[in-house]
């Protein structure tokens, strides 16, 4: 079987991926099925849906994948992610977020679900032949929550332990599930680049001395550590005093250092950045092979410590990000650019991402 892309598993003998993946839209289009409809992705939160009763509707991967899809809270406070498309005629069932539902019903025929989207009734349809209730049910998906915070998959696959496994046993002594969305201090940003370009680029702590001046005049560049795991990998921020880092518990494995933010990327575009004051946490979505949305969604458990260390400036480090990462868009597209080469103390988060890549793509 022909392999279109390969990462040399040697990051000292490695070639960056090839740059028709970011280039050519057939590309874009097989990550649909290959990369996102089999990794995890980020839905919403528990926030979304906080009573018995609540819907709310919403497309996974907006602008690109477009799934309709919808929480619900049914009345024994379990939350369902479910398909928001009627099983009749495909209508969608929930239009807009909505409250003490004791069951869906579509506006346009009348087929009604329970909360959990198991088929309840449908008139006019005594007469029709080998209907099977059970065929009929709202599709189910699987659902992870962590804290306030849920996950979905498309398409059945791999388990969730294996990306957010090293992460949860990392900082699970945060208080997690105090941890509070805040829309004020949220916001989306558009990039003109591949979604890919913007990961590999968080993915590396290489470049803060050249693009980050703030952030660099904070974090010890000397110390900066990446460590890769299956399907995610850890930057440590460390800082160059001892103001705004976590404080560590006894017996944890970084005790002792002065960590100003955990930097954590799990396949294929998510990033959680803890800071002492709570979650950054950054979600990729691609557009097209040239476009790409970014959404920072702040959760706050400790106010007190907003605006202090790296986890301050954030808008700034986006621009930077940005304007550096859109110019490489335009770099990749040059007749004399095919690939690069990884500084290897520097870059394993880049060549851990773009191995991945390969590996999805060419299964």
Same mark, same amino acid.
């Given at each position: 079987?022909?392999?279109?892309?390969?990462?040399?598993?040697?990051?000292?003998?490695?070639?960056?991926?090839?740059?028709?993946?970011?280039?050519?839209?057939?590309?874009?289009?097989?990550?649909?099925?290959?990369?996102?409809?089999?990794?995890?992705?980020?839905?919403?939160?528990?926030?979304?849906?906080?009573?018995?009763?609540?819907?709310?509707?919403?497309?996974?991967?907006?602008?690109?994948?477009?799934?309709?899809?919808?929480?619900?809270?049914?009345?024994?406070?379990?939350?369902?992610?479910?398909?928001?498309?009627?099983?009749?005629?495909?209508?969608?069932?929930?239009?807009?977020?909505?409250?003490?539902?004791? +069951?869906?019903?579509?506006?346009?025929? !009348?087929?009604?679900?329970? %909360? @959990?989207? /198991?088929?309840?009734?449908?008139?006019? #349809? $005594?007469?029709?032949?080998?209907?099977?209730?059970?065929?009929?049910?709202?599709?189910?998906?699987?659902?992870?929550?962590?804290?306030?915070?849920?996950?979905?998959?498309?398409?059945?696959?791999?388990?969730?332990?294996?990306?957010?496994?090293?992460?949860?046993?990392?900082?699970?002594?945060?208080?997690?599930?105090?941890?509070?969305?805040?829309?004020?201090?949220?916001?989306?940003?558009?990039?003109?680049?591949?979604?890919?370009?913007?990961?590999?680029?968080?993915?590396?702590?290489? +470049?803060?001395?050249?693009?980050?001046? !703030?952030?660099?005049?904070? %974090? @010890?560049? /000397?110390?900066?550590?990446?460590?890769? #795991? $299956?399907?995610?990998?850890?930057?440590?921020?460390?800082?160059?005093?001892?103001?705004?880092?976590?404080?560590?518990?006894?017996?944890?494995?970084?005790?002792?250092?002065?960590?100003?933010?955990?930097?954590?990327?799990?396949?294929?575009?998510?990033?959680?950045?803890?800071?002492?004051?709570?979650?950054?946490?950054?979600?990729?979505?691609?557009?097209?092979?040239?476009?790409?949305?970014?959404?920072?969604?702040?959760?706050?458990?400790?106010?007190?410590?907003?605006?202090?260390?790296?986890?301050?400036?954030?808008?700034?480090?986006?621009?930077?990000?940005?304007?550096?990462?859109?110019?490489?868009?335009?770099?990749?597209?040059?007749?004399?650019?095919?690939?690069?080469?990884?500084?290897?103390?520097?870059?394993?988060?880049?060549?851990?991402?773009?191995?991945?890549?390969?590996?999805?793509?060419?299964?």
């Amino acid at each position: 079987m022909n392999k279109p892309f390969y990462i040399d598993p040697n990051i000292a003998r490695a070639k960056t991926i090839d740059t028709s993946f970011y280039l050519e839209t057939k590309w874009l289009e097989v990550s649909k099925e290959k990369i996102f409809a089999p990794s995890w992705q980020y839905i919403g939160h528990t926030g979304m849906v906080p009573k018995a009763g609540d819907a709310h509707p919403f497309k996974l991967l907006e602008n690109y994948i477009n799934e309709p899809l919808v929480l619900t809270r049914d009345s024994d406070n379990h939350i369902h992610c479910l398909s928001n498309v009627c099983t009749h005629r495909g209508n969608l069932m929930v239009y807009e977020p909505c409250s003490a539902q004791k +069951h869906l019903r579509c506006k346009y025929h !009348g087929r009604a679900f329970h %909360l @959990d989207g /198991k088929f309840i009734s449908m008139p006019e #349809f $005594k007469d029709v032949e080998n209907f099977i209730p059970e065929n009929n049910h709202l599709h189910h998906l699987q659902l992870y929550q962590w804290g306030p915070l849920l996950f979905t998959q498309l398409q059945k696959g791999l388990g969730p332990e294996l990306f957010f496994r090293e992460m949860e046993e990392r900082i699970g002594w945060l208080p997690i599930n105090n941890l509070v969305f805040d829309a004020s201090r949220s916001n989306d940003y558009y990039i003109k680049a591949n979604w890919a370009l913007y990961c590999e680029n968080y993915l590396e702590g290489f +470049h803060i001395p050249f693009v980050h001046p !703030g952030l660099n005049a904070f %974090l @010890d560049f /000397k110390d900066y550590a990446t460590q890769t #795991f $299956k399907y995610a990998n850890l930057q440590l921020g460390i800082a160059k005093g001892d103001e705004h880092c976590f404080d560590m518990p006894a017996g944890h494995p970084d005790e002792g250092k002065r960590i100003a933010a955990y930097y954590f990327w799990v396949f294929p575009n998510m990033m959680f950045n803890f800071y002492p004051w709570g979650l950054s946490l950054n979600v990729v979505q691609p557009i097209d092979a040239n476009n790409t949305k970014v959404s920072f969604l702040s959760f706050v458990f400790d106010e007190t410590k907003l605006g202090q260390g790296a986890g301050s400036g954030l808008d700034t480090v986006e621009q930077e990000d940005e304007e550096v990462v859109e110019n490489v868009q335009q770099g990749i597209r040059s007749r004399f650019y095919h690939f690069g080469r990884y500084a290897t103390q520097r870059e394993q988060g880049t060549h851990h991402f773009h191995s991945l890549l390969a590996d999805f793509i060419n299964q």
